[in-house]
Each structure stands twice: as structure tokens, then as C-alpha cells.
């Protein structure tokens, strides 16, 4: 069985410039969610989506990202524009059930440049 | 609101040896769980081990075990026998034992590996 893909692996952008990350979640899993790695901080929550709908995104730092998951499948991640402070490690993960074990993917790093 | 807090940013270990990594958390509520994650290299981020806080008993998995002293809010992770692939960022995290799905991480610890 596949585990949580997440691509690219790593994205240079400069700053002003738009990034698309995406997630694809082990295959069935309804619960969908995105955390991020900044400077080496801890790793903080950004959004749950539940199939395709997003049940909570109090995570999401500002307007400048928006987060989609549409037929409740693979999910994507905007950063638009992007600025300095947006870089770090964006990761994902899935799970069966709200309370499961989540299963995460490698991370994508991004640098903002 | 909850905290995590690893306060040792790199930690070494040498081959065969025993290595401790240090976790505390701040917590108002009664009932959570608790978790040590490992992320190799550019590698999945996997669950290495879970604690329930209602169980008094420290959780094992083969080499990895836990010092959980819930009074103490303290979460140690110990690793016997530390092998090459132990090697990796590892992070704790807590999380509510209620209907929240959010984990809530430290700022991880990387553990170097001496051969």
C-alpha cells in the first residue's frame, strides 16, 4: 500500500511568485491534513479537510493560502505570492478516521528566495 | 493552550549505545495521548511510539520505550541498542483525547548516530 505522497520534494520560488503543493493521501482515507515546519520550529497545524470539505482551517496563517481537495482525493496547497517568512516544510497527512493514527508524507521544502 | 517543549536540538548517540530524548508538555486537561515521531532524511515522518495518559504503564516498542511521568508532565524517549537508522529528526507531539484531531509538536530533537 502506498503512504502519503507529497510532491515536489523541494521548490525554490522567489518571492512574489506562486507554489502549488500537493498531497496524495493513502487511498481511502477521508481525513486529510496540512502542518508546516518553519526556521526549525516546532510543527504547527494549518488545516483538516474531511473528504473534500475543509472542516477546520484556523491553522492557515493568512489569504495568501488556500488549500483544496476536490472529489476528496489528492490536495493542493497555494502559496500566492509568496514571501520570505512562507518557507520551511510543508507536510501532510492522512488518516482513516479522526481519531486514527495520521500518516505522514516526506515534507515539501520550500524556500522562498 | 498546549504546549510541547524539547529543549535539546541535536543530540549523539554512539552505536550500540542508550540515548534519552527529553520532551515536556503543558496541559490543563486529564486525558490526551502522547507521541514520539521519526523523520529520516527525506523519508516519511512514522510513528515511533504512543502513550495513552490514563496508562500508567511507560509504552515499549522493541528498542524504543517511553518515560511518561504524567504529575511531571515530562514524555522521555529511550533508545537501546541505537543503530545507524535510528538517526533522524524526531519530534514529540501531544494530542486531546477528545473529538480534536490536531497534534500539537515540539520543535524536534535530531539524533546523530556514531559508528
Keep these: 500500500e502506498a503512504g502519503v505522497t507529497q510532491f515536489p520534494s523541494h521548490s525554490v520560488i522567489e518571492k512574489g511568485q506562486t507554489v502549488t503543493l500537493r498531497c496524495d493521501p493513502i487511498s481511502g482515507h477521508d481525513n486529510l491534513y496540512w502542518y508546516r515546519r518553519v526556521m526549525g520550529k516546532e510543527i504547527k497545524f494549518l488545516l483538516h479537510f474531511v473528504k473534500e470539505s475543509k472542516q477546520d482551517e484556523s491553522g492557515m496563517p493568512n489569504n495568501r493560502f488556500l488549500a483544496e481537495r476536490t472529489g476528496g482525493t489528492y490536495s493542493t496547497l497555494k502559496v500566492q505570492p509568496a514571501e520570505l517568512e512562507d518557507s520551511g516544510v510543508y507536510f501532510c497527512a492522512s488518516s482513516h478516521r479522526v481519531r486514527a493514527e495520521a500518516f505522514f508524507g516526506q515534507g515539501t521544502r520550500l524556500t522562498v528566495v | ?115
Excluded: H
Design chain 2, 1 to 115: 493552550a498546549q504546549t510541547v517543549t524539547q529543549s535539546q536540538p541535536e543530540m549523539s548517540v554512539q552505536e550500540a549505545e542508550t540515548v534519552t530524548l527529553s520532551c515536556t508538555y503543558d496541559t490543563s486537561e486529564s486525558d490526551y495521548y502522547l507521541f514520539w515521531y521519526k523523520q529520516p532524511p527525506s523519508r516519511q515522518m512514522i510513528l515511533v511510539i504512543r502513550q495513552e495518559a490514563y496508562k500508567q504503564q511507560n509504552a515499549t516498542e522493541n528498542r524504543f520505550s517511553v518515560n511518561f511521568q504524567k504529575a511531571a508532565k515530562s514524555f522521555s524517549l529511550k533508545i537501546s541498542d541505537s543503530q545507524l537508522g535510528d538517526a533522524a529528526m524526531y519530534f514529540c507531539a501531544y494530542r486531546s483525547a477528545d473529538s480534536s484531531y490536531k497534534l500539537i509538536f515540539g520543535s524536534g530533537t535530531r539524533l546523530l548516530v556514531r559508528p
